[in-house]
């Protein structure tokens, strides 16, 4: 099912090279970063389909797994030097307490 | 400290799905959404034997097919807004979070799509999830 889900998101991609009349823009640090991004989302969801045939809870391996974006704020503070104010501070522990809470 | 298989798949996938979000905001720093979406796509397709071998689509409906597809399609879309609303000065650090939140439009659909019940707990899902959405929106 995992293959068809990646092959949905073809006609998409084909879709806005067509608009862009098969212009592509081959800025080298550009490319890197979204191949990598690609490689990488799709490797992730392969462990954590590898977690699941692993046989944990499924329940706790979801709400584990779905607190990733709490990865990327500590890296696009620490890395991209983002600045997040108490409020926003406030709000992605609600996040983080909503996404375990739908994950479970 | 022994830790069981599943625990180290886990922080595998967390450290990717991770990583690839600051690459987002990274990509668009260089390139515009569109073009980013298109070598996420390709990037995303290297993967696409490991993904095929071991699981024999003939066994699945045809509707649930179509589904699968659809969401695949959605996905897509659903990502190039993400990398749109990242190229246009959003922070990684609030935008990533906030599109995590997408259960919650599930949440809200389900009752009246899929005429599921929403329990205690999705509820408090549900408040602590429009919460979020309006304190990271300041």
């Not at chain 2, 439009?105 to 549900?126: D, R």
Request: charged share 5%; glycine share 8%.
């Amino acid at each position: 099912m995992q293959f068809l889900f990646t092959v949905g998101t073809l006609p998409v991609a084909l879709a806005i090279l067509a608009a862009r009349h098969f212009r592509l823009e081959r800025n080298i640090f550009g490319v890197t970063y979204s191949l990598s991004n690609g490689v990488l989302s799709a490797a992730g969801m392969m462990a954590l389909f590898a977690a699941y045939r692993s046989g944990g809870n499924t329940s706790v391996i979801t709400a584990a797994a779905a607190l990733y974006p709490m990865i990327t704020v500590a890296l696009a503070v620490v890395l991209l030097h983002e600045r997040v104010t108490r409020i926003q501070v406030a709000g992605l522990v609600l996040a983080a307490v909503a996404i375990v809470i739908f994950s479970l | 400290m022994h830790l069981a298989p599943w625990f180290w798949f886990v922080a595998l996938a967390l450290v990717c799905a991770g990583v690839a979000g600051l690459l987002q905001k990274l990509s668009t720093n260089h390139m515009s959404a569109e073009s980013a979406l298109i070598w996420l796509v390709v990037g995303f397709s290297v993967l696409i034997p490991w993904l095929y071998f071991g699981n024999p689509m003939a066994k699945y409906s045809a509707p649930s097919l179509t589904w699968v597809f659809v969401g695949g399609v959605l996905n897509a879309l659903g990502s190039w807004a993400l990398l749109a609303a990242l190229e246009s000065g959003g922070k990684a650090a609030i935008v990533i979070p906030l599109t995590s939140l997408y259960p919650l439009i599930v949440a809200l659909c389900a009752p009246f799509i899929l005429h599921e019940s929403t329990t205690k707990a999705q509820g408090v899902g549900i408040v602590c999830a429009v919460g979020a959405v309006i304190l990271l929106s300041m």
